[in-house]
């Protein structure tokens, strides 16, 4: 799928801009802080119905207004599509609303628009994923499971629902309030929804595992070998069934620790990734630009596994991610564009390895100059 034109409307720091975007490589280039991220913000809001940047809308809305709208043509499977959200209400009516309308036709519920617009994004905040603690890769498989499956969203939403009562039991049960039986229901339904949920990380982690190594490996870094493995709190080997049987025992043996704690212990909400290079956890002892690497391979590798699973072409979304790579990595970064359908780049300067591919690139440029941040297009 890609991405053909892009209007923004009281977005950010746009008032109001059209911008029009071509298949392969597309580059947006501009000074800091001219609204390049912006552009791709908005891409991936129409995609997912959440900024990566705020989880307000408000902030979004462009200072002194009240409401602010993207809406995005894209060609999916050689149709058209429209995506349009709005966030606050341009006839003056509810400030904290957001709209999301396809094809012209609003749609009830956020998630499901979720998934007919796929997009990868490669931002600083990316480097989480490596750097972070283990909430950080469990939103990471969550998002990148969740945007191809709507069934693992569902199972995602049961298991939370079921984790929260059984924590809410466990506390009652250690104030005496409660009997131990009372658990069971809520027990069945997390172990139900935790072992589709462990079953499916599993899966997802073995498919982009062998991609992000081939991935960093061709970004120049092939003396260094990436490694992506599952750290699930329940052990995984075997089928859906192997896992229920696991964790139902696991959480059998932690009875007395739970009502102690008041919370379950183990589950996928305290599953983990592990990233190494050379066997080195990248975590605790990777440089800067280790980590950087790695994490754009995880999300380079991320865009692969969807094609494969979807047979639809994520759109590629790399904000700034040319400056820090070296010549050899750039050019290669640059030529994955071959391999997708739409690849979009956000960069301040304009890197020799970049400028020798514009005249095959479409190329969008952001003018600082102005304080409502035009802009000019060169087709
Ligand atoms: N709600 C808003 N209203 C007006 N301007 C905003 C809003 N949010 C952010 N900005 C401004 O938008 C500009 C562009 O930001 P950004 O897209 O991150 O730029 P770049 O990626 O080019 O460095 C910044 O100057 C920022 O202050
Ligand atoms: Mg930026």
């Not at 956890?281 to 380079?300: C, I, M, N, V, W």
């Not at 969807?306 to 790399?318: F, V």
Request: aromatic share 4%.
């Amino acid at each position: 799928m890609h991405l053909r034109s892009l209007v923004l409307e009281n977005f950010r720091c746009y008032e109001r801009v059209e911008l029009r975007f071509a298949r392969g490589l597309n580059a947006v280039l501009g000074p800091n802080a001219s609204g390049k991220t912006t552009i791709l913000e908005a891409i991936y809001l129409l995609s997912t119905t959440t900024s990566p940047r705020s989880g307000s809308a408000k902030e979004m809305i462009r200072h002194g207004e009240s409401w602010a709208r993207v809406t995005g043509v894209f060609t999916v499977r050689d149709r058209d599509l429209t995506m349009r959200m709005t966030l606050g209400d341009p006839s003056g009516g509810r400030s904290g609303r957001k709209t999301i309308e396809v094809d012209g036709r609003e749609i009830a519920s956020r998630r499901r628009a979720v998934g007919r617009v796929q997009s990868v994004l490669f931002w600083i905040g990316e480097l989480e994923v490596v750097k972070g603690p283990p909430s950080e890769r469990r939103s990471f498989l969550n998002q990148a499971i969740g945007q191809m499956s709507a069934r693992y969203l569902d199972d995602l939403a049961r298991y939370r629902r079921a984790l929260r009562q059984r924590n809410e039991l466990l506390k009652e049960i250690a104030r005496g309030g409660r009997n131990g039986r009372a658990l069971a229901p809520w027990t069945r339904t997390l172990v139900e929804a935790g072992a589709a949920i462990t079953i499916d990380r599993a899966e997802y982690l073995a498919a982009l595992g062998s991609e992000s190594s081939a991935l960093h490996e061709r970004l120049g870094v092939g003396a260094e070998a990436l490694s992506v493995n599952y750290a699930p709190s329940v052990g995984v080997s075997g089928n859906e069934e192997d896992v229920t049987r696991a964790f139902h025992e696991t959480l059998a043996q932690m009875h007395d620790r739970e009502v102690e704690r008041g919370s379950t212990q183990t589950g996928p909400h305290r599953d983990d990734v592990t990233l190494a290079i050379d066997d080195v956890d990248l975590r605790r002892f990777g440089s800067q630009g280790q980590q950087r690497t790695a994490a754009l391979a995880l999300k380079l590798a991320q865009a692969r596994v969807a094609r494969a699973r979807t047979e639809d072409q994520p759109i590629l979304l790399l904000d700034d991610c040319l400056s820090e790579l070296d010549v050899n990595r750039c050019g290669a970064m640059l030529d994955l564009s071959h391999d997708h359908e739409q690849m979009i780049v956000t960069s301040a300067c304009c890197p020799e390895e970049l400028e020798r591919r514009l005249a095959d690139a479409r190329v969008i440029t952001t003018d600082g100059t102005s304080a409502d941040c035009g802009y000019a297009r060169a087709d």
